[in-house]
């Protein structure tokens, strides 16, 4: 993950500088071999310091990775457990080589339903890895693009009670200061694995723009060539943001 250019009118579109990925699958992965889920959601997890490291190689400067929705919390309390053991533990392993390896960690989403021992991991991974400037990790965990975008406007409204900011000043451009991501570049490439297309409440604010790609690859299959075959695409693409954009109609039609 390091810096690259953004000519975005260029005929060979550069890659991404920040890819958004909806992790799922794990729990079909699993029940293709008479598995529970949470074998689909260990084998997940294996997938994520590979894919850090493939987007470093390619330039990538932001990932983020949705790990576990506002909504997971309706699966059954077993497996609510092991998914948050599971985050707990790879906060434990992985902050420090991510802290030698220049990688900045941040998670988004509410902390308080939390337990109190995950939230302090959480904080101490971001804490240990604060310095890092050589690429940026983003896990999306009890995060809602809704909660998000609630959350910025609540932040607004508390200025407008104090006097310090008018209703007029909320506009797209200012709430956009209040979502998360602000800092990193736009999410450029929104990747979904296992073949269902919707975002399932991701990153709604954020994705205004983003291309979007999905695979039928279960997560746990996702490895470096799912991972080209989703870039390449996005290179292919004719992003026009609203313009004519390239290879368009003619601009004087
Ligand atoms: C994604 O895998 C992981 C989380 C939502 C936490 P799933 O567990 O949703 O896998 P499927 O969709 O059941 O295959
Ligand atoms: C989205 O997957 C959330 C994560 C991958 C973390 P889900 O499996 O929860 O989404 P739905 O229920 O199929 O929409
Ligand atoms: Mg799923």
Known sequence: MSSSGSAENAQTRPGPR???IIMD???RW???????????HKAGVERIRDLIEACKDRGVEALTL??????NWQRPSKEVELLMSLFHSYLRKEAQRMREEGVRLRV???RDRFSPRLAQAIEEAEDMTRDGSRGNLVIAADYGGQWDIARAARCMAEEVAAGRRSPE???ERTLAD???LVDLPSVDLLIRSSGEQRISNFILWQAAYSEFYFTDTLWPDFGERALDEAIEAYCGR???FGGRGRGGLAAGA
């Open 18 to 20: 920040h890819i958004a």
């Open 66 to 71: 949705f790990a576990f929705s506002s909504e």
């Open 238 to 240: 004719n992003r026009r």
């Open 30 to 40: 699993a029940a293709q071999r008479g598995l529970p889920p949470s074998a689909g």
């Open 108 to 110: 988004i989403g509410r």
């Open 178 to 180: 209040y979502v998360q």
């Open 169 to 171: 000043s909320i506009t």
């Open 25 to 27: 699958g794990n729990g």
